[in-house]
């Protein structure tokens, strides 16, 4: 099996599709609603406050150090869902399959969004595979759409940021895009740059069962960064925010590959750290609850939420300096995720 | 902006992507999920019964007789929801970008997505756009993933059909396949050749209202047409089905275009058309519904659920033979929805 290659006809809904989704999907993922096979997946949600989010992922390539693809497009919808605080349920899954990807590369990314489910506690409900002739797309593209139930005791949103609340990062900043870029230009640095890719559905229920009320703002640095991310927080909440240069961690390898090629890892995505915003008095809560996380070990407080800053996310330099730091504007990275 | 294209940097989630979102999506989507920007969409949900699918599209040419990649988008995942008895009340929408694509073209595109969610009487709650350099993609593909909620009064599933049922088709056989076809070969027949694409929540609504628990099977005969769909069900029930060619209703556009390629208008893909499968006193009840409606006029009773027809799908033809009708085997249109 391990040369064969999809065709055409796997694409079509005849014969060969059905046996590729029986053969590669069903035998590996297994829910109550997927093995009915209808059009739609049917189902009880237990409340009625639900968080629903949808992800194309179309990283290049599709196995880097840390992760790959499938463990992506699933870490990805499972922490956009969670950083509402909602606790994923079930995800739908779309592929887009070129005509010649290997069979076998194909199992290994349905294999990995098997594992990466089960880590993050959530099942496929219902999915869809398309092919494409050669050319039209590349090797695969997944599309992953969550729905999540919210936990009653906090409304989180992008616009909830009060001045003087405390910016907190739970990991390095950069990892994924740092990995990507590696991977992509096969560069070596000193240890390997592993992408931060994961599900961190418990390191925030942890957080919010410990801080609860504290937490008004969780988003996952993703496209554009640290940076961008603060930026569009920063906008939706009408609030300035300042960032202390130092305290932001990174990794020595992000940052020695960043110099190389002239990234800025603020600017570089994240897959497996979120910013949370948090009142001052539960700062070291937070941190406490990350820093007993495997998830969360680098977590440290990054800035704090101004109303003197005049709407702008503002980082503070090493030498005491201050600069503005913009949304990311040009050219960077494409297919990062 | 006739001429402005899609660029790399539209998909970075920086300034460029922010400016597109806002010009290109929200000036057109409005609904109270998508404009708080948040990563995953908060909403009540009126009743826990939940119906969940999702679907790719990446139809080429991606805009047709009778509609485009974004109308068909729309009214697929529609009606992947409806057919299951429920009533879709919000999609999800992931773009893929090709580099170059006009961005007048996506306009159209998002202007045809809002009138048709406007007609189906959805709303989009969640959104995600990636753009992929050139040659990665073709143009555009489009995810929607959709949830509704499922009426009490009926179950439907394609495992349910019952010997002695009706099979009834809602509408002419193969047009959206025809269409595409056409579009693609630029073949003129004497009149135009029109996809059906459309949403049938209406359409299903008036059904089961009048029907109620007489449906057992409602599904959208998409890739693979009628023939295909029509053995997932023999299938998933364990029944065989005996359908009447003469009574299979079919357009002569639709059948000359089949002539002229070589194709059994039975395998050509519909997408506004669905099979119902009622006990027989319901068959009159659900006709006149049809006859009544814009988008059934040309419903026709085609078959019927045996029990001595070993599990097959079997043709009566119009000269009184019969002939077995398999799922699709080998190639036949790629990219047809």
């Known amino acids: 099996m391990s040369d064969e290659r999809i065709t055409i006809a796997h694409g079509h809904g005849g014969l060969a599709s059905h046996r590729l989704i029986s053969d590669a999907f069903l035998s590996v993922y297994t829910s109550p609603e997927l093995e009915q096979l209808d059009d739609a997946a049917v189902m009880r949600l237990p409340y009625e406050r639900i968080a629903f989010s949808t992800d194309s992922f179309v990283v290049q390539p599709i196995f880097f150090p840390g992760g790959d693809i499938g463990k992506l497009a699933v870490a990805g919808t499972v922490n956009d869902v969670s950083v509402m605080g909602a606790r994923p349920l079930v995800i739908s899954?779309?592929?887009?399959?070129?005509?010649?990807?290997?069979?076998?590369?194909?199992?290994?990314?349905?294999?990995?969004?098997?594992?990466?489910?089960?880590?993050?506690?959530?099942?496929?409900?219902?999915?869809?595979?398309?092919?494409?002739?050669?050319?039209?797309?590349?090797?695969?593209?997944?599309?992953?759409?969550?729905?999540?139930?919210?936990?009653?005791?906090?409304?989180?949103?992008?616009?909830?940021?009060?001045?003087?609340?405390?910016?907190?990062?739970?990991?390095?900043?950069?990892?994924?895009?740092?990995?990507?870029?590696?991977?992509?230009?096969?560069?070596?640095?000193?240890?390997?740059?592993?992408?931060?890719?994961?599900?961190?559905?418990?390191?925030?229920?942890?957080?919010?069962?410990?801080?609860g009320q504290s937490v008004s703002v969780m988003r996952d640095p993703t496209r554009g960064g640290v940076a961008t991310t603060l930026n569009e927080i920063s906008k939706a909440s009408a609030v300035g925010i300042e960032i202390d240069e130092e305290s932001v961690p990174i990794r020595d390898n992000t940052r020695a590959v960043s110099e190389i090629l002239g990234f800025d890892p603020l600017y570089l995505a994240n897959e497996g750290a979120i910013l949370v915003f948090c009142?001052?008095?539960?700062?070291?809560?937070?941190?406490?609850?990350?820093?007993?996380?495997?998830?969360?070990?680098?977590?440290?407080?990054?800035?704090?939420?101004?109303?003197?800053?005049?709407?702008?996310?503002?980082?503070?330099?090493?030498?005491?300096?201050?600069r503005i730091m913009d949304m990311l504007a040009g050219e960077m990275l494409p297919r990062i995720c």
């Open 93 to 211: 899954v779309g592929f887009i399959l070129e005509e010649g990807l290997l069979i076998s590369d194909l199992e290994k990314i349905v294999q990995s969004m098997a594992t990466e489910c089960r880590r993050a506690g959530v099942r496929i409900a219902t999915g869809d595979t398309k092919v494409v002739p050669k050319g039209a797309a590349d090797k695969i593209f997944i599309n992953t759409t969550g729905i999540g139930i919210r936990r009653k005791d906090v409304t989180l949103s992008g616009s909830n940021a009060k001045p003087g609340q405390a910016v907190i990062l739970t990991g390095p900043a950069g990892d994924h895009g740092a990995a990507i870029v590696c991977a992509r230009n096969d560069l070596k640095v000193s240890g390997e740059v592993l992408s931060d890719c994961r599900s961190l559905t418990d390191l925030i229920d942890d957080i919010l069962d410990a801080s």
């Open 279 to 322: 009142d001052e008095e539960a700062v070291d809560i937070v941190l406490g609850v990350c820093s007993a996380h495997p998830s969360g070990e680098h977590a440290a407080r990054i800035g704090t939420v101004r109303n003197d800053v005049d709407g702008k996310v503002v980082l503070r330099t090493a030498t005491g300096g201050r």
